[in-house]
């Protein structure tokens, strides 16, 4: 907080506190939590998702941070305001950080916020769509856009995150889902299931094929990224 209180708010696991990490000391504490013998019964290739990384915070206006919390890089304090659009970046970085010291596998981290040069630490999405066909629609020019600024490595909630879409717009969306850098199903706990094998069965298929196309296109991905 402003007078060098703790800030607390509501996410979530309900009451919560964010880390500050303009701090070098913070970034190291997160980044040493995925160690092996710290992020107990998991294994050397397991990934993360950070997610709700503005911060969101339920309860206050703008659900975000008050502008004028403070945060501290080890020498000075900096109002949030100053600070916002790097919050999801520092985060990132530093949970890559944790992944490269645990494993000599390359990280995979996903992440809601981000700033320019987050592509060299995460995979992007592009948040809360509805499942209509206006936000499907701009969804492909986000991605395209994002694509041209760097942000290679983005995709969208297939096939919408909010919502029930149509039947042919679920088939639409996993069609063009297949050519996203990042593809990836997800969706409200409130809205219908959606997973393939729950489709009525002409629908099913069509998905199906879209993802058979995928997984034959992971070997020109991989190798895709792996140069660039």
Known sequence: NKDKTIFEGEC??????????????????WAGLFALDKYKETTEDTFIWNDMNEPAIFN????????????????????????H???????????????????ALRPFVLTRSFFPGAQRFAAVWTGDCDGGWEHFGLSLEMLQNLSISGISYCGS??????????????????????FFPFMRAHGHHNTNKREPWRLPNAIQLAVYAAIRLRYELLPYLYTTFYHY
């Open 12 to 29: 979530w696991p309900g009451k919560s506190i964010w880390l500050d990490y303009l701090n070098p000391k913070a970034r190291q504490y």
């Open 60 to 83: 206050i206006f703008e659900n975000t941070a008050p502008k004028d919390a403070l945060q501290f890089d080890g020498e000075n304090y900096f109002e949030h305001r100053e600070l």
């Open 85 to 103: 659009n790097l919050y999801g970046f520092l985060e990132i970085s530093s949970t890559y950080a944790g992944l490269k010291n645990r494993s």
């Open 157 to 178: 909630d297939i096939p919408g995150f909010f919502g029930n879409p149509s039947d042919e717009l679920l088939v639409r969306w996993y069609q063009a889902g297949v």
